[in-house]
Structures are given as structure tokens and as C-alpha cells.
């Protein structure tokens, strides 16, 4: 029987508009992440996505296992980098079991995928060692391009969800204040939050503008001090109270 979550893997083929913004945003917020977890040996990613964030942290940590529900995505992954080592585990995240405990996890634009949100958040606590970090990732919905459009009456609800989001399989968007408020609902405390890419403009006006990579790097140097504005929210979590 098809795996449901295989019907999504053309948007990580690397064949849509939205490629640029993902570009940016995963090549970025995974070296964030690096720059706070200097000495960790293990990690537990969820997702392998456009693999990009997989192939950085692959590099860097002696023990790295990746969970992926979808073996389309799995091998679309293992064509785009075939010299990564990592260890993918094909599973569902509800669906994980190990006896094992991991120095950082990492939930790359997870969430907003997923039935249960808070669920994942709960369930993957048990895999994280004591004073260990989880990192969250996830698309913002106040981003000050979507704040334009809604003050502008182009966006009826900033929380509206586009084409590009149900060819994603996204379910929702998130803000700092809800995304906050489920991290503490689901135990763990919150260390640090900053903006991954200040996004002014959509992404079809950003790529006709054509701005130098200096500019592009600059947005998203800027984009760590105002999360609220930026177009994703990275969150670092512990679960030692």
C-alpha cells in the first residue's frame, strides 16, 4: 500500500517557486542551532524534508539518526546526498520506540505538519537526555510580509493557509506566542527564541529583485532578533526545569 506521506514528496524535489525561501531558511537555522550545541555527540532529527538541514548536521555529530515516515522522500534523499552518513530510521514520529537518549533533538518545520503537535512534543521528551536541547523549527504566520498583506485586505486571515502550504502538507502556522505557550504546556522549559530570515516582501518580489547574497545573509543576521517579524521561529527548549 502507497504511504500517504510519499504524495508530498515533489515538493522537496526541488522543482517550486518556494525553493528560494527554502533555501535560505534551511541552510540558515541549522548552523544557528550548531553555534549552541558545541560538544553535543548525538542527535535525534525528525524529518528529512530537503535534506539540506540533514546533510549540515551530518558533519558535526558522531551519532546522528534521522526519523522519516515517507520512503519516497527517504530515497529522493539518498539520490541528492549520496555520501551522507547518517542513520534514517523509516518510522512515523508517533510511532518511535528506543531505549536510547540523544544530547539534542531537532524538530526542523515539523509541527506544522503533524495531527498532534503537542503529542510529538510530549512523546520525544523521554528520548532526551537530562539537561539535553530540543530545538524547534517552525513557519511563523505574523511574518512581516503576511502582516503586510493582511493590513493591506490581501490576506483575509494571517493565519490562512496558501497552495504552496497544502502542497507542503502543512496544517497550520504558528506564532511566538502560541508556539510558546504549547512548548510549556508540554513540559519543557523555553531557553531561547530568534527569528530564522526577516522576509519584507513575497517570495516572487524577492527573487524579481534579485538582491546580492551579502543582502540576503543580512536578513537573516537581522531576522535573530525579532522572531515576531521573521518568516520562521526557532525555539531551543530543555526539559531539565
Request: hydrophobic share 45%; with cysteine; proline share 5%.
Given at each position: 500500500m502507497k504511504n500517504k506521506l510519499d504524495t508530498y514528496v515533489k515538493a522537496y524535489e526541488g522543482d517550486i517557486q518556494y525553493d528560494f525561501d527554502n533555501e535560505?531558511?534551511?541552510?540558515?537555522?541549522?548552523?544557528?542551532?550548531?553555534?549552541?550545541?558545541?560538544?553535543?555527540?548525538s542527535l535525534l532529527e525528525l524529518g528529512l524534508g530537503h535534506g539540506y538541514s540533514t546533510n549540515i548536521f551530518s558533519k558535526q555529530f558522531s551519532k546522528h539518526i534521522v526519523l522519516e515516515g515517507?520512503?519516497?522522500?527517504?530515497?529522493?534523499?539518498?539520490?541528492?546526498y549520496p555520501s551522507c552518513e547518517c542513520q534514517i530510521v523509516e518510522t512515523y514520529f508517533e510511532s518511535f520506540t528506543s531505549n536510547e537518549k540523544f544530547d539534542v533533538i531537532?524538530?526542523?518545520?515539523?509541527l506544522e505538519h503533524v495531527d498532534d503537535p503537542k503529542?510529538?512534543?510530549?512523546?520525544?521528551?523521554?528520548?532526551?537526555?537530562?539537561?539535553?536541547?530540543?530545538?524547534?523549527?517552525?513557519?511563523?504566520?505574523?511574518?512581516?510580509?503576511?502582516?503586510?498583506?493582511?493590513?493591506?485586505?490581501?490576506l483575509p486571515d494571517i493565519q490562512q493557509l496558501s497552495e504552496n502550504d497544502f502542497v507542503l502538507g502543512h496544517k497550520r502556522y504558528y506564532t511566538v506566542s502560541s508556539l510558546s505557550e504549547q512548548a510549556?504546556?508540554?513540559?519543557?522549559?523555553?531557553?531561547?527564541?530568534?527569528?530564522?530570515?526577516?522576509?519584507?516582501?513575497?517570495?516572487?518580489?524577492?527573487?524579481?529583485?534579485n538582491f546580492d547574497k551579502k543582502i540576503i545573509d543580512a536578513f537573516c543576521v537581522v531576522g535573530v532578533n525579532y522572531p515576531e517579524l521573521?518568516?520562521?521561529?526557532?525555539?531551543?527548549?530543555?526539559?531539565?526545569?
Open positions: 535560505i531558511l534551511l541552510n540558515w537555522y541549522p548552523k544557528r542551532i550548531l553555534n549552541d550545541t558545541i560538544g553535543a555527540k515517507s520512503p519516497a522522500v527517504i530515497v529522493n534523499f539518498r539520490k541528492k531537532v524538530m526542523g518545520f515539523i503529542q510529538i512534543l510530549m512523546h520525544f521528551k523521554k528520548f532526551l537526555n537530562p539537561g539535553g536541547k530540543l530545538f524547534v523549527a517552525v513557519p511563523n504566520a505574523e511574518v512581516l510580509n503576511r502582516r503586510l498583506g493582511y493590513i493591506a485586505g490581501l510549556k504546556e508540554s513540559g519543557y522549559k523555553i531557553v531561547k527564541v530568534e527569528g530564522i530570515y526577516l522576509k519584507p516582501i513575497t517570495t516572487s518580489q524577492m527573487i524579481s529583485l521573521s518568516c520562521g521561529i526557532l525555539m531551543q527548549l530543555t526539559n531539565h526545569k
